[in-house]
């Protein structure tokens, strides 16, 4: 009876040894996802604010037709070129992170890329209403950046709250 009970007690101790190392590997696995996608993200948002100071300079080019007057300043819009965030870690492991992060941790990651890429959509579309022929391009181009601003503070106020996501 007694080997009975040590050989039980040894199954038992197994499996919680066997548990409790999976339970450790899958939460270093999340804790090092979620880390990686934090810097990715201010990365991400380190780039648009470089954009936007960009599109903020205070000499801008000798170009009337891409000059545009957004409340009261006149910065250089106009200027043909195109913008993208690198996201290699969100886009290359997307399946895993949706396993392993918690439900909290994903809902705000993926707010943040969402914005990311509502800004590079906004970003084209600025610089596609000087390429048009339908209404005024300053005007449409003084509207999305005044969108841009709005996803620029949407992602600052958010990404400082995606560094608090995991203590733990």
Avoid at 30 to 48: N, P, W
Avoid at 59 to 70: E, H, L, Q, R, Y
Avoid at 112 to 134: G, I, N, P, V, Y
Wanted: hydrophobic share 40%; proline share 3%.
């Amino acid at each position: 009876m007694n080997e009975g009970m040590i050989g039980i007690a040894g199954v038992i101790i197994g499996f919680l040894a066997a548990t409790m190392k999976e339970w450790y590997e899958r939460n270093e696995k999340r804790k090092r996802f979620e880390l990686a996608i934090k810097i990715e993200l201010e990365e991400a948002v380190d780039q648009i604010m470089d954009k936007m100071r960009w599109l903020e300079r205070e000499k801008t080019p000798n170009d009337p037709a891409g000059i545009v007057s957004v409340d009261g300043r006149q910065m250089y819009l106009g200027e043909k070129e195109k913008f993208q965030v690198a996201t290699p870690f969100w886009n290359n492991n997307y399946s895993e992170i949706v396993a392993v992060t918690s439900t909290e941790a994903y809902k705000q990651f993926s707010k943040a890329f969402k914005l990311l890429r509502k800004f590079e959509s906004k970003f084209a579309d600025m610089k596609l209403s000087f390429e048009c022929h339908t209404g005024d391009p300053k005007t449409m181009a003084a509207a999305v950046y005044k969108d841009l601003k709005k996803i620029q503070t949407d992602l600052q106020n958010l990404v400082p709250g995606i560094a608090t996501i995991s203590r733990t």
